[in-house]
Antibody
Framework: QMQLKESGPGLVKPSETLSLTCTVS??????????WGWIRRPPGKGLEWIGT???????YYKPSLKSRVTISADTSKNQFSLKLRSVTAADTAVYYC?????????????WGQGILVTVSS | QSVLTQPPSASGTPGQRVTISCSGS????????VDWYQQLPGTAPKLLMY???QRPSGVPDRFSGSKSGTSASLAISGLQSDDEADYYC???????????FGGGTTLTVL
């Protein structure tokens, strides 16, 4: 059974970089046709897609966040990571990592438990 | 402001049937399959419906989905108190290689 788990600091100062890692078990991040993504939910708001990394290593970002986001994968550790630069209070949210298989259900069928990141001095 | 529009809230009494709508356009819902996620308080979202009307294994048949033109809907029959949650419509955008989510609907069981 596949599992995803987010890790990283729960508190980040304004203007600094938010760094999170998603550790995948029960599957490989380099397995064909998998999209691995980051999704967040700010308090009192809805879900927001941040970015995606395909099993090939190709990355895709939400246009409004593109200038501040980098997603990468470490196949040796079976992890993928999120870096969000120059954070503000508006980046405070629960961050989820997620998996979509292109030819299976075509939807997010596996989610991490989520990690709350607060941006505050 | 999401391009997929959902009512912010919905409610019903136990046993009742409730429908949650998701409205879009020809460029999103009109061109892509719609998925639905249920997010219970304090938990991660869970896939409830995929490809407009397909239930993943383990999802009760009280939940059903449909799509017509540029709108989709999720119906919950035999409403239960455990159904109190936030519900999101979503789709995979092949031009973004990412997800587009509706604003979410909070369902209250009275």
């Amino acid at each position: 059974q596949m599992q995803l788990k987010e890790s990283g600091p729960g508190l980040v100062k304004p203007s600094e970089t938010l760094s999170l890692t998603c550790t995948v078990s029960g599957a490989s991040v380099s397995t064909s046709s998998n999209y691995w993504g980051w999704i967040r939910r700010p308090p009192g708001k809805g879900l927001e897609w941040i970015g995606t990394i395909y099993f090939t290593g190709s990355t895709y970002y939400k246009p409004s966040l593109k200038s501040r986001v980098t997603i990468s994968a470490d196949t040796s550790k079976n992890q993928f990571s999120l870096k969000l630069r120059s954070v503000t209070a508006a980046d405070t949210a629960v961050y989820y990592c997620a998996r979509r298989h292109q030819y299976s259900l075509g939807a997010v069928d596996y989610w991490g438990q989520g990690i709350l990141v607060t941006v505050s001095s | 402001q999401s391009v997929l529009t959902q009512p912010p809230s919905a409610s019903g009494t136990p046993g009742q049937r409730v429908t949650i709508s998701c409205s879009g356009s020809t460029s999103n819902i009109g061109s892509n399959a719609v998925d639905w996620y249920q997010q219970l308080p304090g938990t991660a979202p869970k896939l409830l419906m995929y490809s407009n009307n397909q239930r993943p294994s383990g999802v009760p048949d009280r939940f059903s989905g449909s799509k017509s033109g540029t709108s989709a809907s999720l119906a919950i029959s035999g409403l239960q108190s455990d159904d109190e949650a936030d519900y999101y419509c979503a789709l995979w955008d092949d031009s973004l290689f990412g997800w587009v989510f509706g604003g979410g609907t909070t369902l209250t069981v009275l």
